[in-house]
């Protein structure tokens, strides 16, 4: 990676990580009501083990708490704290700021297009999400580092004069 891709890379990785702590925190706020860690998971559309280190975050920086679910006293759920709400509020605008920032990179008719081509896949993805399950099947294009070797069975030896190659180092 050359520094200026490596750059991009960490903007890339902030944002993405700023944005689902953002966005959990805000699902966390709008809820009206505590929330289970799945109930949050399934709204910010992330996996759950990614949504407990997000919610473990929350918490260590004192924004959510986890409180005994009285329905349940095998799980918790999650709500915001006034530290929380008053974050939210501070920094919901800054990244409405910045996603309006990245976006104006496109005209306002790309930005309709786009719209229009993610509420297609969208709309195609709750579609087979809502068929019956269907077994995949195909070939894999497995990249050559990991095919195994072709030769793995020892064979007799060369015949006497038979030139090899040396093994090659890799340093």
Known sequence: MTPETTGQF???VVIVTSGRTATALAVIDGAGAPLSPSQVSDRVLV????????????????WIRRVPNP??????????T????????QL???I??????IMSALTAGERTHLLDMLAKVLARTAAVAS??????????????????????EPGPP?????????????S
Do not use: C, K, Y
């Open 10 to 12: 960490v903007a890339f």
């Open 47 to 62: 996996a759950s083990a990614t949504m407990t280190a997000t919610l473990d975050l929350l918490e260590r920086r004192g």
């Open 71 to 80: 329905a349940d006293r095998r799980s918790v759920l999650i709500e915001i």
């Open 82 to 89: 006034p530290e929380g709400r008053a974050t939210a509020d």
């Open 92 to 94: 919901l605008p800054g």
């Open 96 to 101: 409405r700021t910045l996603e309006r920032s």
């Open 131 to 152: 068929g019956p399950p269907e077994p995949l099947h195909g070939q894999r294009n497995r990249p050559a580092r990991l095919a195994p070797p072709h030769d793995t």
């Open 158 to 170: 060369p015949p006497p004069g038979t030139v090899t190659a040396a093994p090659q180092r890799h």
